[in-house]
């Protein structure tokens, strides 16, 4: 069982920035899948950046050229780093870790962003 414990969410003006951290148990975490969704009410929940153990990333359309995926292998962290917020990304985010085809998700985070 792989445990997924994310951080650092909260309230933030539109135009401003947040990190957010996702920490998965495990020895083996630098094998591990790590993505981040997010989910408004009543919409499905979006992949927003994607960080694999082979070392590939991305990113949804909505989120390109303003957030950043990051993974520290030795922390057994990825980061979301989220710059230049619009109201449209307030959201709960959700990290995961896919392994072996299974996957497990954290608990979420919420992220505000309002004047």
């Known amino acids: 069982q792989v445990q997924v414990v994310e951080s650092g969410g909260g309230l933030v003006q539109p135009g401003g920035s947040l990190r957010l951290s996702c920490t998965a148990s495990?020895?083996?975490?630098?094998?591990?899948?790590m993505n981040w969704h997010r989910q408004v009410p009543g919409k499905e929940r979006e992949l927003v950046a994607f960080?694999?153990?082979?070392?590939?990333?991305g990113y949804g359309d909505s989120v390109k050229g303003r957030l950043t995926i990051s993974r520290d292998n030795g922390e057994n962290t990825v980061y979301l780093q989220m710059n230049s917020l619009k109201p449209e990304d307030t959201a709960v985010y959700y990290c995961?870790?896919?392994?072996?085809?299974?996957?497990?998700w954290g608990q979420g985070t919420q992220v505000t962003v309002s004047s």
């Open positions: 495990g020895p083996i975490f630098t094998m591990y899948d």
């Open positions: 960080a694999t153990g082979g070392g590939n990333i």
């Open positions: 995961n870790a896919v392994w072996r085809g299974s996957v497990f």
